[in-house]
């Protein structure tokens, strides 16, 4: 129970903090997200000169190497740029419109309705929350403490800080050598969403486990390792300093800027089309293969237990996809059927939730070329069924996913992860 109180307290606290005082210093004042729209291939190009002169923050796509026809361009801009790049755009008749007019008020509203809300228990973990760092951690401890034969807690390693990487092991412990399942979250720091859907989904299996037969299954079968939070370093800066950070924070030895792109950084086609070189960039791939000791952990755990890995699964936000291999080419992967049509049950029991649609398929033509990324380094490496979600939204919130939306992505997406669990039990044979 004192366990339980101290993470109470935490909570509490940190609903707390931010009535009042500014959020992150008032650093998003008058800075505004735009979505643009280019008609045409001279339109692009245009544009991609553009952000040569105006810095801005990709929100979607990552960078302008991955602009193309037919697909808007999401970008967060600063308070001292909009009106520059409002009036170019108006120069060039690309289209344009504003989602976000002002980032700080968004962002305090939104933490306005978090600490008004009425919290359900004293003794409840909020799932329906985003939380710290330090919070989700004391809930593993947590889980692990109070479900001790269905969740084991481990660490596989620790971060460019000295965080540990604490990854929870969720499934009947009696039975050996079972087939297991990998989900990672919060690879990309400022995609909070993924990490609340980790917890959702460790809650889910252990609160269905003996009153849901299907689930009982899963855990009687499946081994599933989580890791809520996979990069600590980046989440734990998104929540103090910078709420739209998304690499790690590992130091550069020639340039100012921090952090690595963690899904630019495993070994497979390292650092070729859809990677940046540079070290201030969003995407960049880092000074070589698994530079980040984040990475480096992960990809040693997965090989070392590659035997029994038979699906791969990491959670980013925005887009409402599922991707599978590859990335990195437009090539069809060897079991495109078998991953197709989990791909498809996936989506479709997503959809049975709410309505809610997600285009799916190879992440090269769905989304765009990208390499060094964690799936395409999954599959190359043996594991059959390697799965990247973007979950909610569109753009309308981006990666400011209110809170009141975190109940309803996780429930849907829960149900697209336990059709492709329940897949790995039977055999696919075509
Ligand atoms: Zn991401």
New binding site residues.
């Given amino acids: 129970m004192a366990v339980l109180l101290a993470l109470c307290a935490a909570v509490c606290c940190s609903a707390l903090q931010t009535v009042g005082a500014k959020l992150y210093s008032n650093r998003y004042e008058g800075d505004q997200v735009l979505r643009i729209i280019p008609s045409s291939h001279v339109e692009i190009q245009l544009l991609k000169q553009l952000f040569q002169n105006i810095t801005v923050d990709f929100w979607q796509p990552s960078s302008t190497s991955f602009i193309h026809m037919g697909s808007s361009v999401d970008v967060h801009v600063g308070r001292n740029s909009t009106g520059r790049l409002k009036a170019h755009l108006q120069q060039t008749h690309i289209h344009y419109k504003v989602l976000i007019p002002n980032l700080q008020k968004e962002m305090e509203k939104q933490a306005g309705n978090r600490s008004s809300r009425k919290r359900r228990s004293e003794f409840q973990y909020d799932y329906e929350v985003y939380h710290p760092l330090e919070e989700i951690q004391s809930w593993m401890f947590e889980m692990n403490r109070t479900h001790p034969h269905l969740v084991d807690m481990f660490s596989i390693g620790w971060s460019y800080e000295g965080r540990p990487l604490y990854v929870l092991k969720l499934g009947n412990r009696k039975r050996l050598h079972k087939k297991a399942m990998w989900i990672d979250c919060g690879?990309?720091a400022r995609?909070w969403i993924g990490p609340a859907f980790c917890q959702w989904f460790v809650r889910e299996a252990v609160n269905s486990y003996l009153r849901d037969s299907s689930m009982r299954r899963l855990m009687n079968q499946l081994n599933i390792y989580i890791m809520p939070v996979f990069n600590v370093d980046g989440y734990h800066y998104s929540w103090k300093t910078d709420r739209f950070w998304?690499k790690t924070r590992s130091k550069n030895a020639k340039y100012h800027c921090r952090g690595v792109d963690a899904?630019r950084n495993w070994k497979v086609k390292w650092c070729d089309e859809g990677a940046s070189l540079h070290p201030c960039d969003d995407t960049y791939c880092g000074p070589f293969p698994e530079s980040e000791p984040e990475v480096k952990a992960v990809a040693r755990f997965l090989r070392k237990h590659r035997k029994h890995v038979k699906a791969y699964i990491s959670i980013?936000?925005y887009a409402q996809m599922l991707l599978y291999p590859y990335s990195y080419k437009y090539a069809t992967i060897p079991n495109f059927d078998c991953v197709e049509t989990a791909a498809q049950n996936a989506v479709s029991a997503l959809y049975s939730a709410y309505g809610v649609r997600y285009r799916y398929g190879p992440a090269s033509t769905t989304l765009y070329v990208s390499s060094g990324s964690s799936i395409d380094w999954a599959y190359k490496n043996g594991i059959p069924y390697a799965f990247a979600f973007?979950l909610r939204d569109t753009g309308y919130y981006g990666f400011l996913l209110p809170e009141a939306l975190i109940g309803p992505t996780c429930m849907e997406t829960m149900r697209a992860v336990r059709a492709i669990a329940s897949g790995l039990l039977k055999k696919c044979t075509s």
Avoid: L, Q, T
Wanted: charged share 40%; aromatic share 0%.
């Fill in positions: 690879v990309h995609e998304r899904n980013h936000a973007e």
